[in-house]
C-alpha cells in the first residue's frame, strides 16, 4: 500500500474526531461517544439497511439487552465460542443471571418456539441493537474494532426446510451487496472454512474488504445454521426441527467506508448516505431561486451563508465532513459546482439545474464506487506457489487469491505457511466457477480461495 494510505490509517481516529463522528476520549476502553456529524451517518446506514430489509420481506423487532444465562448456554459450542467476549450481568438482587447481548441467535430461537405456533413460516425478522463483546484492548480502534459494536443490524429467519433455507442464504448475501454498494466498501465474499465458521452454524459466508494499511476487515456476515439451535432449543416443525439462518452488519462498516473513502484531511461521503446531498453557499439575487430549485428536488440540503465564495469551500467544516456537491448562484444566473470527485469548478444554466442533480449525485456515487473498487481489485494478488504463500504472509498486504482442493491436508499445510500473520479468508463466493492446480498438491481441481491479513 502507498505512503499515503498507511498515513491515512494513523490520522484515521483524529479525523472522526475532528470531523464530527465519534469522540475516543470515553474513559472506558473500547467505548466511543457518537457526535452529531457521525449520529446522522450512522441513522442513515441503519435507514439503508432497514430499507433493503423491509424491500425483502423482514419485519423490525427489537429484543432486549440482557439474555438469560439459561438461555446463552443451551447451545454448548455456541457458548464456548463466545464465552471469552461475554460481558456477564454480576447482580446484587435475586434476579436469573444474565449477559449482556453478544449475538442474539439463543433468544431469537427461544421467541421462535412462540411465534412459530402463532405466526407460522416462514419467519423473517430483523433488528438495530447494540452488542458488546470484550475484544482485547491493544486491537482496539473506533468503529472498526470496538467493545460496544453500534449500530449492530442482525437478522433471523426461521424455516421449514433445507432447500428454503439454502435460498433464504442466497437472498441475504443480495442484501448485503445491495448495503455495500450503496456505501461504496468493496469487497469479497467467501464461504469460511469450516475450523472459522460462526459457532453452531452449518456455514459461513463472510463480506471483507481491504483497509488502507493493507490489513483485511470483515464487514457483514450470513451463517446457515442449519437445525442445530432448532434441536437444541427443541423448536419443531412437523416431525423435524426447525432450519435457521443470521446475519450481521455493524458500524465497522461505517469506519470502513469512511476510511476508504477519506483523504488525509477530510471526509468524503457517497450521495447515498450523506445526511445532506449539497451545500448551498453565497448570497445574490438569483440564490432564493437557486434555492426554490434544490426544494424541488427533495434533495436533503444545506445553506451555508458564511461561506462567501465557492472557490473557499475546501476550507469549510462542511467540506471536511464529506458533503458531495457545493452550489452557487452567480450574477449571470449561472450555478457554480464543485463536486468531490472532480477538481474545479464546473458552471450550469440555473434553468436546468433541478433536472441535471440527481444525474450529478449519481455519477458522484458511480465514481466513489469505481475509485474504491479500483484501488481495491489492484491489491488482489494470485499465487500458486505455497513459497509465495508463505512469503505473502510474513510481509504481504491486501488478499492473495490461491487454488485449493478439499483435500484435508492441503488446507492445513496451507494453514501451516501462512499462520499467524495471514488467514484463510475461505472459498470464493463471488467469483466465476473456475478449477485450477491445488496450491499444495497441484491437483487440477482446485477451487478459488481467499487469504488475507486480519485487521
Known amino acids: 500500500m502507498s505512503v499515503e494510505n498507511r498515513e491515512k490509517w494513523k490520522n484515521y481516529e483524529q479525523l472522526l474526531l475532528r470531523c464530527d463522528v465519534v469522540d ?34 423482514y419485519l423490525e423487532v427489537q429484543l432486549p439487552l440482557l439474555i438469560p444465562l439459561s438461555i446463552y448456554e443451551i447451545q454448548p459450542d455456541h457458548y464456548a465460542g463466545l464465552e471469552k467476549y461475554t ?7 435475586d434476579d436469573e ?21 402463532e405466526r407460522g413460516l416462514p419467519l423473517r425478522f430483523f433488528q438495530h441493537v447494540s452488542v458488546y463483546r470484550h475484544e482485547k484492548e491493544t486491537k482496539l480502534i473506533s468503529l472498526i474494532r470496538s467493545r460496544e459494536i453500534e449500530p449492530f443490524v442482525e437478522s433471523y429467519t426461521a424455516l421449514a426446510s433445507d432447500e428454503e433455507t439454502e435460498v433464504q442464504i ?22 469460511r472454512p469450516k475450523y472459522d465458521t460462526f459457532p453452531e452454524a452449518q456455514y459461513s459466508v463472510t463480506f471483507d474488504t481491504i483497509l488502507p494499511a493493507g490489513h483485511v476487515s470483515q464487514v457483514a456476515s450470513v451463517h446457515h445454521l442449519g437445525q442445530s439451535f432448532g434441536t437444541g432449543f427443541d423448536v419443531r416443525v412437523g ?12 458500524g465497522r462498516s461505517i469506519g470502513c467506508m469512511l476510511l476508504l473513502q477519506a483523504s488525509q484531511s477530510a471526509l468524503v461521503l457517497p450521495p447515498s448516505i450523506a445526511p445532506y446531498k449539497v451545500v448551498l453557499i453565497g448570497q445574490n439575487r438569483s440564490h432564493e431561486r437557486l434555492k426554490c430549485l434544490l426544494e424541488q428536488t427533495k434533495q436533503n ?3 451555508d451563508m458564511s461561506i462567501r465564495k465557492i472557490e473557499n469551500v475546501e476550507f469549510s467544516d462542511w467540506y471536511k465532513k464529506g458533503i458531495p456537491l457545493f452550489v452557487q448562484a452567480d450574477e449571470k444566473d449561472n450555478v457554480k459546482i464543485i463536486s468531490r470527485i472532480s477538481t474545479g469548478i464546473s458552471t450550469l444554466a440555473i434553468a436546468d439545474f433541478a433536472q441535471i442533480l440527481p444525474k450529478l449525485l449519481e455519477k458522484i456515487q458511480v465514481d466513489l464506487e469505481k475509485r474504491v473498487w479500483h484501488v481495491f481489485l ?5 499465487i500458486v506457489d505455497i513459497g509465495d504463500a508463505k512469503m ?58 481467499y487469504i488475507g491479513i486480519p485487521s
Open 24 to 57: 475516543q476520549r470515553y474513559p472506558l476502553p473500547g467505548f466511543v461517544v457518537w457526535l452529531p456529524w457521525g449520529v446522522k451517518i450512522k441513522q442513515r446506514v441503519v435507514q439503508l439497511a432497514r430499507s433493503v430489509f423491509e424491500k425483502a420481506d
Open 87 to 93: 460481558y456477564f450481568i454480576d447482580s446484587q438482587h
Open 378 to 382: 489492484d491489491a488482489i494478488v494470485d
Open 97 to 117: 443471571p444474565a449477559v449482556i447481548r453478544t449475538t442474539s441467535e439463543t433468544p431469537f430461537t427461544s421467541m421462535f418456539r412462540n411465534w412459530i405456533v
Open 392 to 449: 505473502f504472509s510474513k510481509d504481504g498486504t491486501g488478499i492473495a487469491r490461491v487454488f485449493l482442493c478439499q483435500k484435508e491436508r492441503c488446507l492445513s499445510v496451507l494453514r501451516q505457511n501462512v499462520e499467524p500473520r495471514a488467514a484463510i479468508l475461505g472459498r470464493a463466493e463471488d467469483e466465476p466457477e473456475r478449477i485450477g492446480a491445488c496450491i499444495v498438491c497441484h491437483n487440477k481441481e482446485g477451487n478459488i480461495f
Open 170 to 191: 442466497a437472498t441475504e448475501v443480495d442484501i448485503y451487496k445491495s448495503i455495500l454498494r450503496r456505501m461504496s466498501i468493496p469487497f469479497v465474499v467467501s464461504r
Open 301 to 303: 440540503y444545506l445553506e
Open 239 to 250: 416431525t423435524g426441527f426447525v432450519y435457521q439462518t443470521s446475519t450481521g452488519i455493524s
